[in-house]
C-alpha cells in the first residue's frame, strides 16, 4: 500500500514537474529581453508576428499592437503622439523606484515606435497586456486626404478637475487627434504635476493622438522632452490635406541670455518661414503658438505687438487659414487680413476677464472653459467652439479656395 501510494506521489511530481516546464516554456517564447520593445501581435492572441502588423477588415482593429513593459503602476492612460500614414509613437509613464526603473522624479516615460502602419486605419494597443485593459488605447493614422476632425485646447494647468471634465467633454465628439495649446501644467520643472496631466486627459488620450506645444508654464523644462521626445519645441505635421506649424512662443524661457533669446526665436521665424514655404501645396495651413498675437485682455494687449508684428505678416504672405493659441484662459476670435485667430485656452486653467475686444478685429469672446473642434472635409473646415457644458460658443465655417488663396470666411452663430 505504501509503495503504491509512493508511485501514485511520484506521478503526480512528474506531472507537476512537467506543467512547470511547459509554463516556464511558454514564458520563454515571450518577447526577447529588451523591455521596451513593440511587440505586434495578430488579433488571436497567437504567438507575436515580427513583420507588419495585422490589417484586418473595415470597421475592424486593424493590428492589436502590444507592448512588453514593467508591470509598475502606469500613469493615466497611454497617449499617442507623432502619427503619419504609417507611423506613430505610443507613450506611456509609470511611476515606480530606481529598482522597477523610474527615474529620479519616481516616474518615467518610455516609448515605443510603430511602424508599418497603413493610411487612415485604425490601431489598438495595450500597454501592459494584464488583461485589465488599464494599458489600451487606439488610435487612427491620417487619411490620404478627404475629411477628418481635430480639436484644439490648452491651459490644462492647475484645476485637474476642471481638465478632467473638458477633456471627457471633448472625448464624446471623437476628434482623430488633440492640439494642445501649451500651459499643460502650472509648472513645468516640477516632477510631481506631470502625472496629474496624464490622469486628468486620459478618456481623451486613449481614443486620439497629441500634438502638444510649450506654453510659459513648462519653463522649457527637461520633463516636457523627456515625455514628447522632438529633437526640438517646435516642429509641423501633415494630415490629410492640412499642415499644421507648432511653434515655441516662449522666448523669455528658451535660453539663459538676451542673445541666445534672440537668436532662439530669428531662428525660428526663418524655419516658420520655410516650413510653410514647404506646405504651399496643401489645402489648409493652420499654426499653434501658445502666446497669442491679438488678444481681448486689456492688459495684455500691449505685450502682444511685437508678435503680431514679427507673425502676422508671415503668415499672410504664406497664406495661413488660421493661427491656434492659449495663453489667456478663455475663448476668443480675431480676424486679421482674412486669417483667423482663435484663442481657446480654457482646459482647466482659472478663467480670465475679457474687457478690451479690438474693433474691428475681435469677433467673439467667451470667459468659460472650452475646446475647438474642427471639421476638415475638402475644401471646408467647419469648426465649432464648445463650452464646457457642451454647448456651442460659436462655430464657423473656413473655406480654401485654392492652396495659393487666403481662405474666406463664412461666420455663423456669431
Ligand atoms: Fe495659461
Ligand atoms: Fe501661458
Not at 484586418?56 to 503622439?81: C, D, F, M, S
Not at 489598438?124 to 485589465?132: M, P
Not at 494642445?180 to 513645468?188: F, I, K, P
Not at 509641423?236 to 534672440?262: C, I, L
Amino acid at each position: 500500500m505504501l509503495r503504491k501510494t509512493g508511485i501514485v506521489l511520484a506521478a503526480i511530481l512528474v506531472v507537476l514537474s512537467s506543467l512547470i516546464v511547459l509554463r516556464a516554456g511558454r514564458e520563454t517564447e515571450l518577447p526577447p529581453a529588451a523591455p521596451w520593445d513593440l511587440v505586434v501581435s495578430p488579433p488571436t492572441g497567437e504567438t507575436a508576428g515580427e513583420a507588419a502588423p495585422y490589417v484586418g477588415e473595415e470597421n475592424k482593429p486593424a493590428a492589436e499592437i502590444a507592448v512588453a513593459g514593467p508591470h509598475g503602476q502606469l500613469v493615466g492612460a497611454p497617449y499617442v503622439t507623432d502619427v503619419t500614414a504609417n507611423s506613430a509613437l505610443i507613450n506611456w509613464v509609470f511611476r515606480g523606484t530606481a529598482a522597477t526603473g523610474a527615474d529620479e522624479q519616481g516616474w518615467r516615460g518610455l516609448h515605443s515606435k510603430v511602424s508599418g502602419l497603413r493610411p487612415g486605419a485604425t490601431y489598438y494597443y495595450d500597454v501592459l497586456r494584464d488583461g485589465s485593459g488599464a494599458g489600451a488605447g487606439r488610435f487612427t493614422t491620417p487619411p490620404a486626404g478627404g475629411s477628418f476632425t481635430f480639436m484644439v485646447y490648452g491651459d490644462t494647468r492647475t484645476r485637474e478637475d476642471v481638465h478632467r471634465q473638458v477633456a471627457g467633454k471633448a472625448a464624446e465628439r471623437s476628434p482623430a487627434f488633440v492640439v494642445h495649446t501649451g500651459d499643460l501644467v502650472a509648472d513645468g520643472l516640477n516632477a510631481r504635476l506631470w502625472p496629474g496631466f496624464f490622469v486628468a486627459g486620459q478618456d481623451l488620450f486613449r481614443k486620439t493622438v497629441l500634438f502638444p506645444i510649450v506654453g510659459n508654464h513648462e519653463k522649457n523644462s527637461p520633463l516636457y522632452l523627456r515625455l514628447f521626445p522632438h529633437p526640438l519645441t517646435y516642429y509641423s505635421f501633415d494630415w490629410g490635406d492640412a499642415h499644421f506649424t507648432m511653434m515655441n512662443s516662449d522666448v523669455g524661457t528658451a535660453a539663459p541670455t538676451k542673445e541666445e533669446r534672440e537668436r532662439f526665436w530669428s531662428e525660428q521665424l526663418k524655419w516658420l518661414e520655410e516650413d510653410l514655404r514647404g506646405a504651399s501645396s496643401a489645402r489648409f495651413r493652420f499654426v499653434t503658438l501658445h502666446h497669442p498675437p491679438f488678444t481681448a485682455i486689456g492688459k495684455r494687449q500691449a505685450g502682444t505687438k511685437k508678435l503680431a508684428a514679427d507673425l502676422a505678416p508671415i503668415f499672410q504672405k504664406h497664406h495661413v487659414h488660421a493661427v491656434f493659441s492659449g495663453h489667456d484662459h478663455n475663448y476668443q476670435r480675431h480676424v486679421v487680413d482674412g486669417i483667423q485667430y482663435i484663442v481657446t485656452g480654457g482646459g482647466g486653467a482659472p478663467l480670465y476677464d475679457l474687457d478690451s475686444p479690438i474693433p474691428g478685429v475681435t469677433e467673439k469672446v467667451a470667459k468659460v472653459e472650452n475646446f475647438v473642434l474642427a471639421k476638415v472635409n475638402g475644401a471646408q473646415c467647419a469648426m465649432e467652439a464648445v463650452a464646457l457644458d457642451g454647448s456651442t460658443i460659436e462655430s464657423f465655417v473656413i473655406h480654401s479656395k485654392s492652396p495659393a488663396k487666403t481662405a474666406s470666411v463664412a461666420a455663423a452663430g456669431k
